[in-house]
């Protein structure tokens, strides 16, 4: 069974940085594309970034340059290092894992709150 634990959310002024990490739980970590999506109250989720199997990563326009996903392949633990929080960066983020490709999307986590003022 597949388990993705977020944690490292929390509040933090407006041009500050947080680590988002998630630990994944599966029997292949290596055969999934992994990713971060956020919500905000009221709004629709979105994909924050993505890495897929090979190592290759993608990132929304908004967080491009901002923010970082990285995987530690020995921990199996994903990350995402926000830098230069902003406002509007406050919502909910969501890991997620797809076995063999990046979408759809298999199995997703809990979330952890991030609260930038």
């Known amino acids: 069974d597949v388990q993705l634990v977020e944690s490292g959310g929390g509040s933090v002024q407006a041009g500050g940085s947080l680590r988002l990490s998630c630990a994944v739980s599966?029997?292949?970590?290596?055969?999934?594309?992994l990713g971060w999506f956020r919500q905000a109250s009221g709004k629709e989720r979105e994909g924050v970034a993505a890495v897929d199997k090979e190592g290759g990563t993608d990132y929304a326009g908004s967080v491009d340059g901002r923010f970082t996903i990285t995987k530690d392949y020995g921990k199996d633990t994903l990350y995402l290092q926000m830098n230069s929080l902003k406002p509007e960066d406050t919502a909910m983020y969501y890991c997620?894992?797809?076995?063999?490709?990046?979408?759809?999307?298999?199995?997703w986590g809990q979330g952890t709150q991030v609260t930038v003022s």
């Open positions: 997620a894992a797809g076995r063999y490709r990046c979408h759809p999307w298999d199995y």
């Open positions: 599966v029997s292949s970590a290596n055969d999934y594309c």
